[in-house]
Structure formats: C-alpha cells, structure tokens
T-cell receptor, first 112, second 113 residues
Framework: DSGVTQTPKHLITATGQRVTLRCSPRSGDLSVYWYQQSLDQGLQFLIHYYNGEERAKGNILERFSAQQFPDLHSELNLSSLELGDSALYFC???????????FGEGSRLTVL | AQSVTQPDIHITVSEGASLELRCNYSYGATPYLFWYVQSPGQGLQLLLKYFSGDTLVQGIKGFEAEFKRSQSSFNLRKPSVHWSDAAEYFCAVGAGRDDKIIFGKGTRLHILP
C-alpha cells in the first residue's frame, strides 16, 4: 500500500459525458502528479500540482482540467469524453520535487 | 525537454538468468533517473533512483542500475531473475526543480520456468 488513494477504481461512461477522478496523496506529501496510461501511448504525464499551485503541464487536453485543494487532495476532471480517453489514470504523490513518486492503484476509465 | 527511450518492448529470460533492461534518456543537464516496476493491476513502485554521486546504484529486490553519462544511459540489471520479477519496468527522468517526471514506454519482462 503506497498510501495514495484513488477513487473510483473503475468507471464506465458514455461519449460526451464528464467525470471526476479523485486522488488523496500520502500524508505530508505536497506534490500530486497525474498520468494517463494507455497501451499505445504508455504513461503520459498530464499535470503536476504542488501545494495547491500548478507547477507543470504535460500532454493534457483542453477538455481535461485538474486542481489541488487546500487539504491537498486533487481532482482530475475529464469532459466531452471520447472513446480515445479510455485509459488508466494514475495519481502519484511526493514530498518534494525529487521524482520519487508514490503511485495510487489507478482509476480505469472506459468510455463507450 | 527531457525524454526517455526504452528500446525493448518485451524481453524474455529464463529463471535464474541475468537481466539487463536498457534505458536511454535525453536531457541537457544531469538528470534525476529512476526505475519503476508495475505488476499487473497495480500502480508503479520505485525500484531505485540516481540523483548524483556513485554511478552504480542499488535498489530493492536485488536490482541495480548504472548511470553512464557518455552514453546517456541508465540500464537496469539483476544477476539472477526470479519468476516474481515478471512485470513491466519503466525508466523515468526528472530534472531536479523541473516539475515533470517523464516515463519511457516500458519493457515487459517475461520469465521462462
């Protein structure tokens, strides 16, 4: 158990819909990273928050957004969903910018 | 921008044999380098990391990796693999205060009995 909690574990929805994925980092970790894992693209960096502020953006679509709240949990919002958004979405946390990430078990999104 | 290449998508070795997984990175300065392992249905777990100093780093589960600046490589090795090592292995690169941690596409390791 990494200490990072992601909900929901599985989510099935339809095209055009909107979903919210939630991440609770390890106690004391200020950094939260979001990644998308798919068979063809591998593990793609989406976004990084540190203590409530956005620190870096990767290949995140405009239909996607994220935020980190004062209690340090984070949410990833995916809207106008397309079939290609089906993937495993991982959250990871760390204390500082060392790259030593602790991953949750992921949220598997299926868009039908 | 940093990038990582893992040239082998799949590797198969016999149990008890030695293992080397390749990783090449691209980054202008000294990077932070990592190897993570992902078992089926699980999140990723850190095996080892290199920040500075000794270029040969030891990790968990008997793994080690060597940083070679001249070759921009950070290959993962294990002298004798066990069936439980079957998993997907990811090399990653970060850049200190840079806030992106970029992963390679992974190498899936298969173990023959």
């Amino acid at each position: 158990d990494s200490g990072v909690t992601q909900t929901p574990k599985h989510l099935i929805t339809a095209t055009g819909q909107r979903v919210t994925l939630r991440c609770s980092p390890r106690s004391g970790d200020l950094s939260v990273y979001w990644y998308q894992q798919s068979l063809d693209q591998g593990l793609q960096f989406l976004i990084h928050y540190y203590n409530g502020e956005e620190r870096a953006k990767g290949n995140i679509l405009e239909r996607f957004s994220a935020q980190q709240f004062p209690d340090l949990h984070s949410e990833l919002n995916l809207s106008s969903l397309e079939l290609g958004d089906s993937a495993l979405y991982f959250c990871a946390s760390s204390v500082v910018h060392t790259g030593e990430l602790f991953f949750g078990e992921g949220s598997r999104l299926t868009v039908l | 921008a940093q990038s990582v290449t893992q040239p082998d998508i799949h590797i198969t070795v016999s149990e008890g044999a030695s293992l080397e997984l390749r990783c090449n990175y691209s980054y202008g300065a000294t990077p932070y380098l990592f190897w993570y392992v992902q078992s089926p249905g699980q999140g990723l777990q850190l095996l080892l990391k290199y920040f500075s100093g000794d270029t040969l780093v030891q990790g968990i589960k008997g793994f080690e990796a060597e940083f070679k600046r001249s070759q921009s490589s950070f290959n993962l090795r294990k002298p004798s693999v066990h069936w439980s090592d079957a998993a997907e292995y990811f090399c990653a690169v970060g850049a200190g205060r840079d806030d992106k941690i970029i992963f390679g596409k992974g190498t899936r390791l298969h173990i023959l009995p």
